[in-house]
């Protein structure tokens, strides 16, 4: 078959200087003596309240909160998307929204049963998302070019097998992990990849959505016994991610760890979920009825989740500190979006996205708070403040800029970022985003433009149920985004459609159009 992918168009001069403020500061320069080493952790529907240092009572993650008291936290951090690729791929190119190629997860159904689990073991090209177009190049292939190694442990869901835009072709050197979103629904998959070539495991063919069989007792431990398999995936990942460490820790390296967890299915490591039994009690299982797999003790399995990836970040950091190479590491955590609501997951129990709200309409998906702001932390010993705090507004495409002037990358102005290298160091001459600016066509056709204190948000866009709106917020005084002023600000509102107009081409792919943006953000 042939599925034709339009080819990526260039941003010109003008995209950088729409993007940002006037005030231009002198560049800085590459830090010299030696390169340092970057580790960039990507969780997977990780809420901004999901961690203890931002505020979380009931998950502990004593090693992230080291790595805040060390470093530095963002308060008003955000993803590129609401969901899983697109905000992934802006992440590695540093485009927003508006100028993306990817702008939603794209299963590319047309080559077939792309959801059929089985179907998918059986031939590898129906697994992957839509491609990126060949001519991408990522932040990756910009660190190779100045002597980084470069390793991606974690799921990509940037293309596909047999495609070339896949890890290996897009500028890592090594991979290993899952190349499908929908093959990462279960944590005992039947193979992981390692660089281009499928990895078979230990696991029987338990597809994503099965249930307790009919009539089973779902507090009868037993019958959830089946859903957990011999090989956990990110048990596998994080061996073959310290073997990557110790291998490249005499050169300057790139390490992209996309973890999947929290995402769901619910799936945890029996040590944990023995912990938060204990320390949750008895519960009410979840039997499925919103995907993925049932499982008797649902919020106890996601903060075992979390507990586990903290464990694993605490690994890695005493790793780089007994290899020697932990004060030239910037390590960076954040998530690629909002907390879930599908799965058993319950952000309203833990209050995920505390202080926003992230449940279903205002959480994953979407383009409030709950859905978009995400934690981030960095870490560098001797270069940022230890338990230093800032509230920079910045947002995930700002990374291909930030690692251009600490690296010495050529940044050939594609990226719509701000280098947010002197907030980082604690320097005075930080250019600061006029705009951030998100278009996502997916969960009813949504946009939002944040302007300072000033919020945008367009949801309906698509939807033939619900009248499209227009509403506009004031994120110092209504942060919980509430109480729609969009009638007593028409300045703002004028101001956001010039950006609109002015910093957002026409997506090339047509599953990606919002035909009611044709002629602007709104009709004026």
Known sequence: MNFKYMRLSLLLVGTILFSCQDKTPEPLKTIENEKPNIIYILADDLGYGDVGVYGQEKIETPNIDALAQNGMLFTQHYSSAPVCAPARYMLLTGKHAGHAYIRSNSEWKERGDVWNYRAMAMDSTLEGQGPMPNTTITMAKRLQDVGYTTGMVGKWGLGAPHTQSIPNSMGFDFFYGYNCQRQAHTYFPLFLYKNKNRVPL??????????????????????????TLNEYAPDLMFGELTDFVDRNKDKPFFLYWASPIPHVALQAPQKWLDYYKQKFGAEKPYLGEMGYFPHQNPRAAYAAMVSYLDENIGKLVQQL?????????????TSDNGPSYAGGADPGFFKSAKPFDGNYGRGKGYLYEGGIRVPMIASWPGKIEPGSKSDLISAQYDMLATFSDITGYELRQESDGVSILPTLLSKENQKEHEFLL?????????????????????QHLKDNKEEATLELYNLRSDPMETTNVANEYPDILKNAARIFKEERTTPEMDIFKIP????GLFEE
């Open 438 to 458: 998100w278009e996502f066509p997916s969960y009813g056709g949504q946009v939002a433009i944040r302007m300072g204190d000033w919020k945008v948000v367009r």
């Open 321 to 333: 500190k007994d290899e020697g190479i932990y004060d030239n590491t910037l390590i960076v955590f």
């Open 202 to 227: 230990a696991n029987d063919t338990i597809a994503p959505n099965t249930k307790l069989p009919k009539g089973a007792d779902p507090n009868d431990p037993k019958n959830y016994v089946p859903f």
């Open 516 to 519: 009611a943006l044709a002629n």
